[in-house]
């Protein structure tokens, strides 16, 4: 099948994926603010492995059964850093001399739940605008068909994923809307489509990047909506996630 009529299926939340939604199934979870573009940092800067969890008590049992050293606790609520945690949620956290050659356990609002949601995915791969080029050269080589699974804003759409999944959709449709498509994916790949020329404008009137501002983190926006700046792929395995290149010669 020529990737232009590649089928593609998109959720605008992650909130009512189910186990059937994913099984057999190429994924990418996106959350562009900022669990994604966290956990391609991580990685592209050494960490040995990121393991995404849904809540504190997953978190501190992982954490139970490693060697201080070994890890690194991060993640957030309320965009803030959870108390008692060596990281936040910033991507400007996890440079290399705190990552490098440590699994970093990571649990967030949105992002990381959304991921522990996927894990029946026959390739479960993280994306973001960072790694967007990476991705969709994953998908391409990978299979012929994919599922967008947009983290979302506490069980809301969030602008800034939904933009995310349509650049994804725009190249991997090589610029045109299919005459076959889901509701979803219509939605993603129009909006993108509207919004291409003032990207970045479009990005920073979300409501999340609204928030981090007022919360101090307007850097992280700079950072986490530069498009193709690393070219690193977290891939999903045995649950953590891995740079792809280590875990395809594991
Ligand atoms: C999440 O998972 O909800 C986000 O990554 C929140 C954040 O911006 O820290």
Redesign the pocket.
């Known amino acids: 099948m020529p990737p232009s009529e590649m089928d593609a299926e998109v959720f605008l939340t992650y909130a009512n994926v189910s186990e059937e939604d994913v099984r057999n199934r190429t994924v990418v979870v996106i959350?562009v603010?900022?669990?994604?573009s966290?956990i391609a940092t991580a990685l592209e800067r050494g960490a040995r492995a990121v393991m995404p969890v849904a809540d504190m008590a997953e978190a501190g049992k992982i954490a139970a059964n490693l060697g201080p050293d070994v890890y690194r606790l991060g993640g957030?609520r309320d965009?803030d850093k959870i108390d008692g945690y060596h990281l936040?949620?910033?991507p400007a956290e996890y440079a290399a001399e705190t990552v490098q050659g440590r699994d970093i356990i990571l649990n967030?609002?949105?992002?990381?739940?959304?991921l522990t949601q996927a894990t029946s995915a026959e390739h479960l791969v993280v994306g973001c605008f960072l790694n967007a080029s990476r991705v969709v050269d994953f998908v391409r080589a990978a299979a012929d068909e994919v599922t967008l699974i947009c983290?979302g804003?506490?069980n809301r759409l969030s602008l800034e994923d939904t933009l995310c999944a349509g650049l994804l959709l725009d190249r991997l449709w090589d610029d045109r809307l299919p005459d076959v498509v889901t509701d979803s994916a219509h939605t993603a790949f129009t909006l993108y489509d509207t919004d291409r020329t003032s990207l970045e404008t479009s990005l920073r009137r979300a409501n999340?990047a609204e928030e981090?501002v007022a919360l101090g983190?307007a850097d992280?926006l700079d950072y986490c909506f530069r498009v193709d700046a690393l070219s690193v792929l977290p891939y999903h395995t045995d649950n953590r996630l891995l740079r792809y290149d280590e875990q395809s010669t594991a």
Do not use: I, K, Q
Request: aromatic residues 4%.
């Open positions: 959350d603010l900022r669990a994604c966290t957030e965009g936040g949620n910033s967030t609002t949105n992002g990381t739940r959304a983290a804003h506490n999340h981090l983190y992280d």
